[in-house]
């Protein structure tokens, strides 16, 4: 069974920092693929980034790449979230999930994601 539990948001100005993890009890998460996934106020939920199972794969979608950075750590059994330069319209929820990592993961579909996380708060504003 996978328990996924997501931390490190919070309130940060425009251009600001955040680093967030997704960590995983129960299942080692080298076995999965990880999904990160955002949701604004009244928006759906959308891929923000994914690591895959096979190590150094992943991806991001079109508006935080060069910006976000996703890393993995097996020891930890955790898989991180770096961001940066974050915007305003950055704000929302950040969710982790299992699911296929796939370069189209800024358009993925929540419903190939399970085992999603409670979430963490991420705010940027002045």
């Known amino acids: 069974q996978v328990q996924l539990e997501e931390s490190g948001g919070g309130l940060v100005q425009p251009g600001g920092t955040l680093r967030l993890s997704c960590v995983s009890s129960?299942?080692?998460?080298?076995?999965?693929?990880i999904g990160w996934f955002r949701q604004a106020p009244g928006k759906g939920r959308e891929g923000v980034s994914c690591y895959g199972s096979t190590s150094g794969v992943y991806y991001y979608a079109d508006s935080v790449k060069g910006r976000f950075t996703i890393s993995r750590d097996n020891a930890k059994n955790a898989v991180y979230l770096q961001m940066g330069s974050l915007k305003p319209e950055d704000t929302g929820v950040y969710y982790c999930?299992?699911?296929?990592?796939?370069?189209?993961?800024?358009?993925?579909?929540?419903?190939?994601?399970?085992?999603w996380g409670h979430g963490t708060q991420v705010t940027v504003s002045s």
């Open positions: 129960g299942s080692t998460v080298e076995h999965y693929g």
């Open positions: 999930a299992v699911g296929p990592c796939r370069h189209t993961i800024g358009v993925v579909s929540t419903e190939e994601f399970d085992y």
